[in-house]
């Protein structure tokens, strides 16, 4: 699944390419990919419409067109490529420079929304916070952390408690962090709540600049792979040694995700 940094770079990608051009058609294959409104007024809603401006919240990509907004996720498998039409797109919008804005999804489970105003959406207003805006301090992580007793790893996973984070990264932040991800939240020292909380911000960084990880079908807005997967220290490699200390990574059932850590490294 698409996690925040290659909602990121989709997002970044397109905001360099796409705004300020119209969408002149849309061709749409899966009418359940559009949550609302119905197929015919989100096609009537979406054309002729300009593309102002092009922001993420969470894992959510939001395109603000001219009156409305166009809030797409991808979910598991969705993709957001530009240019040529594709043959396979569940969605296809035509612009105003004769190229494709596609949405293609495999598993068909992402979704697509024309709205008047996108902060009213009811699992909007349950996110938590952005984890790399700068009101998302040491101090505000130590906050939302206070009295929770679930284990680290599936609560930064929740987007009710920080928005964007998915399995990979929760993996990755953990074992930077040096935390088992087995831990309750409640059971963790400052230091070590600090050092999550670096992580966090390390390891979301990271991701950006390499534009993501494409481990399984994630591609840039160009159709590309990211090149984090090739950095990854612990996710996907359950049997493999360490690169810190050489024990063999082992991979858990953890929340109904697989979970992958070091078990001398994080404790």
């Not at 088992?180 to 070590?192: F, H, I, K, Q």
């Not at 993501?212 to 159709?223: H, I, L, N, P, Q």
Request: proline share 4%.
């Amino acid at each position: 699944m698409p996690e925040l940094p290659e909602v990121e770079t989709i997002k970044r990608d397109l905001k360099s390419i796409i705004v300020g051009k119209k969408i002149k058609n849309v061709e749409v294959k899966r009418t359940k990919a559009i949550k609302e409104p119905s197929v015919e007024n989100f096609i009537k809603g979406v054309r002729d419409k300009e593309i102002k401006d092009i922001s993420r919240r969470g894992k959510l990509l939001i395109l603000k067109l001219s009156t409305q907004y166009l809030i797409i996720h991808l979910r598991m498998t969705g993709q957001i490529i530009y240019g040529d039409k594709r043959q396979e797109s569940k969605v296809a919008f035509l612009l105003s420079d004769g190229k494709y804005l596609n949405f293609l999804d495999r598993r068909a489970m992402g979704e697509i929304r024309l709205i008047n105003n996108w902060q009213e959406l009811p699992f909007i207003q349950k996110m938590g916070p952005e984890p790399l805006e700068k009101e998302f301090s040491l101090e505000k992580f130590q906050e939302i952390l206070k009295g929770k007793k679930a284990q680290i790893k599936p609560l930064l996973m929740n987007q009710s408690f920080i928005a964007g984070i998915g399995n990979l990264y929760a993996a990755e932040i953990l074992f930077r962090a040096k935390v088992s991800p087995l831990r309750s939240a409640d059971s963790l020292s400052s230091v070590e709540v600090r050092e999550i909380y670096l992580a966090i911000k390390e390891v979301l960084r990271e991701g950006i600049k390499y534009r993501g990880s494409s481990v399984d079908t994630y591609r840039d807005a160009y159709g590309k792979k990211g090149n984090f997967a090739q950095r990854l220290q612990v996710y996907n490699r359950a049997g493999q040694p360490c690169c810190k200390c050489g024990t063999l990574i082992k991979k858990i059932d953890l929340g109904g995700r697989g979970t992958y850590f070091c078990p001398t490294c994080q404790k």
